[in-house]
Nanobody, 120 residues
């Protein structure tokens, strides 16, 4: 069982930055690929970024490419999402998850989410 807790969300003006963190329970964290997803009101949950268990491979959705950076520190059991040049359309609840390459309904480990609000 992997428990995930997100933090770092908040209210920011357009063009600003936020850094999200996802702390994982120690057991087996380093063996999982990890990802960040987001869900805006009335929209489906979408994968934003993912990182392999080594940190050597990353994925970004086209909508955030060049603005967001995913990273991880396996010694601290933590994955991060640095978000720069934020836009109002980035407003959503952001979730971290293990095994982000699986279909959504097959992902077993989710955090409870952290709200990011970007004002125009």
């Amino acid at each position: 069982q992997v428990q995930l807790v997100e933090s770092g969300g908040g209210l920011v003006q357009a063009g600003g930055s936020l850094r999200l963190s996802c702390a994982a329970s120690k057991r087996t964290f380093s063996s999982y690929a990890m990802g960040w997803f987001r869900q805006a009101p009335g929209k489906e949950r979408e994968r934003v970024a993912a990182i392999s268990w080594t940190g050597g491979s990353t994925y970004y959705a086209d909508s955030v490419k060049g603005r967001f950076t995913i990273s991880r520190d396996n010694a601290k059991n933590t994955v991060y999402l640095q978000m720069n040049s934020l836009k109002p359309e980035d407003t959503a609840v952001y979730y971290c998850a293990a095994d982000p390459d699986r279909p959504l309904h097959e992902i077993h480990y989710w955090g409870k989410g952290t709200l990011v609000t970007v004002s125009s």
